[in-house]
């Protein structure tokens, strides 16, 4: 029979030996815990396309820096659109449909790390049809239908190619920037807002995060004591003072969010407030933070949608959707009328009177 001092020996042998084998699940099997690209079943060779939906679109192959290539959507507008529930727009006839494109935004959508472009269809709907906005739809190498492996050096490098493509695009080129993120997509917005300060006009921010070795903790309980280990950074908290202060920037938190707790975009906004202070102060001196204001304030336009920035310097907001989770904050009330307001306030008279919820 084995004594107490063996058993307690192999006590600490099998904690030892689980604690390494996470270890080395977390620092060598990330990027699939990271970027599961096939999850769900199918997202690497099934992947709906936008004439599904009725819209009109350009499968653009984009090539990266370093020779991966990615299979994108791209959507751009006309004068005219036969689609359900389109926004229409007066046009003087002798404007031409380059014209007209040239005159809207582009946004660049960026999708969290599950599924592919695909699944995200429904929402560039209604960037293109209710708010009348170009939308290029970025597919991640290694995902989709796109060629490579995803990795955070790799998916930098796939944001960069895209917003080089749209920048020295003669018709896209001429209208405002907009980088619009859902989780993981908000961080790959950030990072290149940060490295391209001049190029872009805006960023919308849907439940991201600081970082991810902050993120691990509460996304992989087991794996928090080895969060060091984490390699794929994403870094966004250091990086947010590195955007302009000028540069407006929507928030979009999902209250109920089982995958970033709030703190994490309650954080980023934070970051986001102090680079404006500091800016509106003229010292690098930290003033006094924006404000948030309760579901009580006159900003508010949907019941349990709070506007968060109520100060009127300030170009950027947040807005917290009592209901919202991880992957349902984009269908809760007011999102969209929130994004459009979001728009209209960059000079849009089109968002304005969009008729979006």
């Known amino acids: 029979m084995p004594s107490l001092e063996d058993i307690a020996r192999g006590t600490v042998a099998a904690t030892a030996g689980l604690s390494t084998v996470a270890a080395g699940l977390l620092y060598y099997g990330q990027n699939y815990l990271i970027y599961p690209s096939a999850f769900p079943p199918g997202s690497r060779t099934e992947v709906p396309t ?21 299979q994108c959507y791209l959507l751009v507008q006309t ?11 007066p046009v003087n006839p002798e404007t031409t449909d380059d014209d007209f494109a040239a005159s809207r935004p582009t946004v660049i959508m960026f999708h969290g790390n599950g599924g592919n472009i695909g699944h995200r269809i429904p929402l560039a709907r209604v960037f293109f049809a209710k708010l009348r906005c170009n939308v290029l739809m970025v597919s991640y190498r290694g995902y989709g239908l796109s060629e490579g492996s995803p990795s955070e050096k790799g998916l930098k490098q796939d944001a960069q190619a895209a917003l080089d493509y749209v920048k020295s695009h003669p018709i896209l080129s001429k209208g405002p920037t907009i980088l619009y993120g859902q989780s993981i997509g908000g961080a790959v917005a950030i990072d290149l807002a940060s490295r391209n300060p001049a190029s872009i006009d805006a960023l919308i921010l849907e439940n991201t995060f600081l970082s991810l070795p902050r993120l691990v903790p509460s996304a992989i309980p087991a794996l928090g004591p080895f969060a060091f280990l984490c390699h794929q950074k994403w870094d966004s908290a250091s990086k947010i003072h590195l955007i302009p202060p000028s540069t407006p920037i929507l928030m979009l938190s999902g209250k109920m969010d089982e995958v970033v707790p709030r703190e994490h975009m309650l954080g980023l906004w934070e970051l986001v407030q102090q680079r404006e202070s500091m800016a509106s102060t003229g010292t690098g001196m930290k003033s006094s933070p924006l404000r948030r204001s309760s579901s009580s304030s006159k900003e508010t336009s949907t019941e349990g ?18 209901h919202g989770t991880h992957n349902d904050t984009c269908v809760q009330p007011g999102y969209w009328s929130a994004v459009a307001e979001f728009i209209a306030s960059l000079g849009d008279p089109v968002a304005v009177s969009s008729d979006v919820s």
């Open 50 to 70: 936008p004439d599904q939906y009725g819209l009109p679109y350009h499968a653009l192959e984009l090539n990266t820096p370093d020779n991966v290539k990615l």
């Open 79 to 89: 004068k005219e659109l036969s689609l359900l529930g389109v926004t229409s727009i």
């Open 305 to 322: 949608v709070p506007a968060a920035a109520i100060d009127p310097r300030s170009p950027s907001k947040f807005l917290e959707f009592e």
